[in-house]
């Protein structure tokens, strides 16, 4: 790959279309284009594959161990790229989800494979907070889907899926395993070393880390895979700016540090939490109290829990509940934000029953996204913000 003389960076190839220098050359290009590499010799048009791009590429293969990587401009749209290129038409098998996922995409599930291109679509639902493998393994006899969908920490209850189980239930009944690991990130899990067909990352979220760029990405193994990913990609023009990629490809570099604080920040946050009087219940997966403690220990091997918490207000009923919530909500605003995302450097909130509605109706509710900060700073804040409310 070119880069600018005496520079250590990869620059920004903003190129829309990529000079080829006569006639034979651009026939042998379009040729070679057909075996859809991801890195080729000669680049003929940015939607196909752009230098700066790959080179972002390049930094997320080596965080996840894969053999290749593709960038896309979100998750959703990694998430459509993953999951279109196993829709065979009329041939697909039923597909089975884990429940406990991303609300956009169950809105991705429903309103376009099962509206739009007419999936059989099943789910599998948590018993008590978490996965009865016994019960699944009883689905999967039962149903013998073509695709598994999973997340390995769910949003927002935090249960963690026993990735490397069910990735080998998968493998036992030739399903093909897709996971979502935005949640836990490769610093804590990699499912693709377990088995796992594709992983999909929101690059949102912790591998841009400072809430200022939308990025999705898939990792895989497997080389015919990413042929079909790279050609489906292309087609619906799922590819990410060289600019976009130019920023992730710097702030990537410090992800291990980054995220390695966050869950630091995230145990000790936990922790005050759980001890004070005015919180009903806390989920966080490194407490001994989750329901899923012991596969979080298992899977993530005591390299952290991740850096998301939710926590219930107590209260004597559903008002006071968010009486209490929002006081807390304005007491730490000045530094807490509520922004509704994840990830971001800065520890932010968000209500959960006025984004899950009816799915989660304690109105005490809130998902906090920990982030990088001073932990002391943010300790701080939090418990001024308890006391405020006391």
């Known amino acids: 790959m070119k880069k600018i003389v005496n520079s250590s960076r990869t620059p920004i190839y903003r ?13 042998e290009t379009f040729e070679k284009e057909k075996e859809h590499e991801r890195d080729p010799e000669n680049f003929i048009y940015s939607r196909y594959r752009n230098p700066t791009v790959i080179a972002t590429e390049d930094e997320i293969v080596r965080l996840e161990g894969s053999k290749w990587a593709l960038l896309t401009q979100s998750g959703m749209s990694a998430i459509d790229v993953a999951l279109s290129i196993f829709q065979r038409g009329k041939d697909t098998r039923p597909w089975l989800f884990l429940s406990e996922i991303y609300g956009g ?43 598994i969908y999973m997340e390995v920490i769910s949003n927002p209850m935090l249960i963690v899926a026993q990735t490397d189980r069910i990735i080998d239930l998968a493998r036992k009944y030739k399903c093909k395993i897709l996971v979502d690991n935005t949640f836990a990130t490769p610093f804590l899990c990699k499912p693709l070393d377990m088995g796992a067909d594709l992983v999909i990352h929101s690059g949102t979220k912790y591998f841009g880390g400072h809430g200022n760029i939308t990025a999705g990405a898939i990792c895989g193994n497997d080389p015919d895979l990413m042929k079909e990913a790279i050609a489906y990609r292309k087609l619906v023009g799922h590819m990410l700016s060289a600019d976009d990629a130019y920023r992730l490809h710097t702030q990537i570099q410090s992800f291990e540090l980054r995220f390695g604080q966050q869950c630091r920040n995230a145990a000790l946050v936990a922790d005050i939490l759980s001890s004070g009087s005015l919180i009903e219940k806390v989920w966080f997966p490194g407490l001994d109290s989750h329901k899923t403690h012991l596969e979080a220990r298992s899977l993530f091997a005591n390299k952290g829990y991740g850096a998301m918490i939710t926590f219930n207000f107590a209260g004597s009923g559903r008002d006071e509940k968010r009486r209490v919530r929002d006081s807390f909500i304005d007491s730490v605003s000045e530094k807490i934000k509520l922004i509704p995302t994840l990830g971001d450097s800065r520890t932010i909130l968000l209500p959960v029953e006025s984004v899950w509605g009816h799915k989660y109706e304690e109105p005490g509710m809130i998902r906090l996204s920990i982030g990088f900060e001073n932990s002391d700073e943010l300790i701080a804040t939090i418990s001024a913000g308890l006391e405020e409310i006391r």
């Not at 190129?15 to 026939?27: M, N, Q, R």
């Not at 099962?114 to 789910?123: H, N, Q, S, Y």
């Open 15 to 27: 190129d829309t279309g990529f000079e080829l220098s006569d006639a034979h050359l651009t026939y």
């Open 105 to 147: 995409t169950i809105s991705y599930i429903d309103s376009v494979l099962v509206k739009r291109r007419g999936l059989e679509i099943e789910w599998f639902l948590p018993d008590n907070d978490s996965y009865d493998l016994s019960k699944l393994e009883d689905v999967l006899k039962k149903l013998r889907p073509e695709v």
